[in-house]
């Protein structure tokens, strides 16, 4: 109905609970923008891209799928419109339509249900979330698509649920029903009765709203599923399974389960969050602080290790842009991160953040571009190389420490990329095997001689300069299988100073934080 209701989170949630059933599930995303992946948009504007292990960046709710179902996304689970017109249009060209005049319906509409429908077959459920809002004229072939899919498949294996606010009005202190009856009117007119809707409001609906709702819905009240707000995302599954969603779902669909979920671990969760008894105040230095979903993933790892360790995390959000606001932000700090990032804008404030917490020995952690920079400012400033860059901004060569990757292997395969390429250039994507080497910091956190873990760049620290950075205390304690590329890097005479070139946030669960943000938070609590 409107944007950032919290569809994604519904979905997921509503996975969790048919999972705890003891169903399986995978859940899709449709986005109806124009762009073929969310790989080249600006995180203020649309949240973080999340890289799934085959390597497609995505949009951030299939974060919230992996974190509240466990299962593994994969590029096929992000459809989006400019995937679905680049495919038809290549399909046009190659003369598969047999000359046929392409329309919206039905060739953008076929090609969407194929697209939903890819290689779903041992799933029990196939949850997709329709992104966009009811009117927007370029969500009609998704909605469309759908409307069609349920005549395919008939309402027995088809659910339509319907996301919708319930807008408070504090002047007469009353809830209006009024937007959600015209959002699903506007619904009924293009075909889709939903069965089941989640209503977002701030106060509880009275069983009154809820009579009108279900007479001007046409839907029985019972299926007013009230989405309150709470402290925390993990309480959707218990807040849904006290109102039965699941029932409603397999009531709708006919089937029969006499199995109660069992949510013992959200539970245990939410009772964890209720009664930390310890709180840290860590710092995130990045450049896209206005929107607080472009790094969606990393505060979700902080909360889930703290959860962990008993410990209230107290973001501070710092621009990294703004060095003299930045200057003053940084004074009181428990822990340091640097996140990932893109071009020369804010460079100086994460640079000044990164030496300021190796010099005061305050526990940092530099992911992707974050870890790059940590390279550069003790290249500067321990090793003394005075103009030590990346070729990412800098084009004299023989002071990079950091440059452009071009060939690397994947799986046994060669992997190439050159600036050519479609916006991006060379861009490591995906999961990749990193070997840990043996009593360093990084083998004490993982207990592992190899691990895999998320990647999303094009630059890399080059290697050549390892013996150099071994002798000022820079050890190199992660590497890529054929030891060729850095991973991991550690600063011996530091309390707690690691960079990762992957993104461990992607792969943080709250049922299996990261020993990454584990480890970090433990030293952050020290450092208190």
């Given amino acids: 109905m409107v944007s950032s209701l919290g569809k994604g989170i519904s979905a997921a949630a509503l996975g969790a609970l048919l999972q705890a059933r003891g169903y399986k599930v995978r859940l899709r995303k449709l986005d109806p923008y124009l762009n073929v992946d969310p790989g080249t948009m600006n995180p203020n504007q649309h949240g973080e891209v999340f890289v799934t292990d085959d390597g497609a960046e995505t949009d951030l709710d299939l974060g919230h799928y992996e974190r509240f179902t466990g299962v593994n996304a994969t590029k096929h689970d992000n459809i989006t419109a400019g995937k679905i017109y680049q495919q038809v249009i290549s399909n046009e060209r190659k003369g598969i339509y047999l000359g046929k005049t392409v329309q919206v319906i039905p060739h953008v509409t076929n090609a969407i249900i194929e697209n939903m429908l890819n290689l779903v077959s041992k799933e029990d459920f196939l949850i997709v979330e329709v992104g966009g809002t009811v009117g927007d004229i370029e969500s009609l072939p998704f909605l469309e698509s759908i409307r069609q899919l349920r005549n395919t498949l008939s309402n027995k294996r088809t659910l339509f649920i319907h996301c919708t606010l319930i ?31 989640i209503c977002r409001c701030e106060k509880s609906i009275s069983l009154e709203d809820k009579k009108k709702i279900s007479l001007f819905c046409n839907l029985n009240k019972k299926n007013i599923i009230q989405a309150l707000n709470v402290n925390s995302i993990y309480e959707i599954p218990s807040l849904f399974f006290k109102q039965k969603l699941d029932d409603r779902v397999l009531e709708c669909l006919r089937i029969s389960n006499s199995k109660l979920p069992n949510l013992k671990n959200w539970i245990n969760i939410i009772e964890k969050q209720k009664s930390l008894n310890k709180s840290i105040n860590v710092g995130i230095v990045g450049k896209y602080i206005e929107l607080k979903d472009a790094y969606k993933s990393l505060v979700e790892a902080l909360i889930h290790s703290g959860i962990a360790k008993s410990t209230k995390i107290n973001i501070n959000w710092i621009d990294a842009s703004d060095l003299v606001k930045l200057k003053k932000k940084i004074l009181n700090l428990n822990g340091i991160i640097v996140p990932g990032g893109f071009g020369t804008r804010a460079i100086q404030g994460k640079m000044y953040s990164i030496k300021y917490a190796r010099e005061n020995h ?125 991973e991991i890097i550690e600063l011996k005479n530091h309390p707690w100073f690691l960079g990762v070139q992957f993104h461990p946030e992607l792969l943080s669960r709250p049922l299996n934080p990261h020993p990454i943000f584990n480890s970090f938070i433990k030293a952050c609590i020290k450092n208190k």
Wanted: with cysteine.
């Fill in 167 to 197: 807008p408070y009005l504090s002047v007469t202190d009353e809830l209006k029903t009024k937007p959600t009856q015209h959002s699903v009117k506007e619904l009924r007119e293009i075909g889709i009765q939903p069965d089941i809707l």
């Fill in 362 to 486: 305050i526990p940092f952690l530099g992911i992707c571009f974050g870890m790059q920079l940590a390279v550069i400012d003790i290249a500067k400033n321990l090793l003394k190389i005075k103009n030590a860059s990346s070729s990412e901004f800098n084009k004299n060569k023989s002071k990079n420490v950091i440059g452009l990757l071009t060939e690397w292997f994947k799986d046994g395969k060669s992997q190439k990329r050159d600036k050519n390429f479609d916006y991006g250039g060379t861009m490591r994507l995906g999961t990749y095997s990193c070997k840990i080497k043996k009593k360093s910091m990084a083998y004490k956190i993982y207990l592992k001689n190899v691990v895999r873990e998320r990647h999303r760049h094009r630059y890399e620290m080059n290697i050549k300069y390892e013996r150099a950075f071994q002798e000022v205390g820079l050890e190199i304690s992660g590497k890529s299988p054929d030891g060729k590329l850095p």
